[in-house]
């Protein structure tokens, strides 16, 4: 008897997979998908594997997780679907399964689309299948990028998680239910903010350390408050009653594309910014290149005390030039190891010294001091730095050859636009633009290295050279207690 069941434990199975992203009535349900298999399977032992809720775009899914691990295993000999795009909508993917399957010996069926997976044909239609199912993703994906777009156009919220002080919600415009906020009870805290940032000369670290001591709005602030949330919080128009002024500083601060007429900003809206950040880099884009739009609900801010605020942050930026106030060449790549947080160096009585923002803004970190001093710190990343650069003179000559490269790729780019179609010309801009983007990032580290003689970094080199050439290579530095670790952004 033992041995029979140490046999049938032992036994290979047919793993039935189902999917379902989002419960439609127009959607196959997992139920559905299972039953549909189990038909299939005649007398088959099974083994389910549902994920509920998961998309099809990749592979980080629990039940297909464990369904892979089970194959590893050797319990497995057949995997079935009832729809290919069930278990991936990615060639990519469904080719990374494939290999699998292949490794493990294990057979595939899908009881929609019809194929032999042992015949080299059968391996063929499914490769075209999955090429097919990959197309249909990237188009809705478009599609829902033209709907975000459209929502903005005609005022509409485009959706996700509302800004502090509003809640979501939907108002009737031309029959139609469409997504808007509306002021919730977090909009007074809003408004003080705003009046006390106009009004008081408070500096936003003094404000966030009082709401986060005040425990303001904890529910929606879990983390507590910084200055860079408040930041963000002043600087958006989704706040202030969007009236000719509004237009008119945006209009001197360069903004791209204004979505409305002038005579539709007249304060009853507010209104919003798109286009911040690049959607393939998730850089910020210059001020030209964003769109403002009005929106459907009002602010719950007035104009007035928004042009204020705007005011006292244009100043702020224009002070805080390089080399002028900083009072380290290092500013502003500084990381605390424990929490993440950046970690400022801050000057009193003719010392300079570390503090963590995620303990004296935040109140989150448990580190209070760091056992680095500032001149030891430096002098390490300056030798770090000079030992880089000193030895990188093939990286030098790399990059000058991708330069020219990138010059004569331009050229030819340029050349086929007599020929292009619409869609091929907003191809060949796009990628224009990328590679001008690398062309200047490689300019800029040229300059960095010396024809004569290596780079060094002399203790007389001016601050703006360091602080450059630190932001050009480095991405962070994390700091813990005596340790630092250098993170760069690139490979030379």
Known sequence: MKNTATEQTTEKRTAIYA??????KDSISVET??????????????????DRGFSGKNLKRPGYIKMTGDIACGKIRRVMVYR????????????????????????FSS??????????????????????????????????????????????WPGGRAPFGFCNTRLISGGHSVP??????????????????????????????????????????????????????????????????????????????ISNRDEEFDGTFSAHIVGKRSSQTSVSNPMSQRTLSLTNFPGIVDSGTWLRCQQRLDQNRQLAKP?????????????????????????????????????????????????????????????????????????????????????EEIRGLVENCALATDISMKYINEKIGELETEKQQLAKLDHLFSDSAPFSFAADRIFSGKKEAAALLIDRIEIDGRKIDIYWKTDI
């Open 84 to 107: 290919l795009d069930r278990l991936s909508r990615s060639v990519g993917d469904f080719s990374k399964m494939w290999e699998i399957f292949e490794r493990y010996g294990v057979e």
């Open 323 to 407: 080399g002028t106030e900083s009072p380290s060449w290092l500013s502003g790549i500084l990381r605390c190891a424990s929490c993440g947080y950046s970690v400022r160096i801050k000057k009193a009585g003719g010392r300079r010294y570390l503090s963590c923002s995620g303990r004296h803004n935040l109140h989150i970190c448990r580190v209070s001091s760091f056992l680095v001093k500032i001149d030891e710190l430096e002098r390490q990343v300056e030798s770090c730095i000079s030992s880089l650069l000193s030895s990188s003179a093939e990286a030098l000559q790399r990059g000058r050859k991708r330069q020219a490269a990138i010059d």
């Open 111 to 156: 009881i929609s689309e019809q194929f032999d997976t042992s015949t080299p044909i059968g391996k063929a239609m499914v490769y075209i299948i999955m090429t097919f199912a990959q197309l249909e993703r990237e188009t809705i994906a478009e599609r829902v990028s033209d709907n975000y777009y459209s929502r903005i156009r005609t005022g509409a």
């Open 19 to 24: 999917r379902q992203s989002v419960d439609k």
């Open 180 to 257: 808007s906020l509306s002021a919730d009870e977090n909009a007074p805290t809003v408004c003080r903010i705003f009046s006390e940032y106009a009004s008081s000369g408070r500096s936003l670290a003094s404000i966030a350390k009082e709401l986060s001591k005040e425990k303001s709005a904890s529910a929606a602030r879990s983390r507590g408050w910084d200055s860079k949330s408040l930041s963000r919080m002043l600087r958006s128009p989704v706040y202030t009653s969007a009236d000719r002024a509004v237009l008119l500083y945006y209009r001197n601060m360069g903004i791209g594309t």
């Open 33 to 50: 998908q299972i039953e549909l298999c189990r038909t299939r399977c005649g007398e088959d032992a099974v083994c389910i594997y549902t």
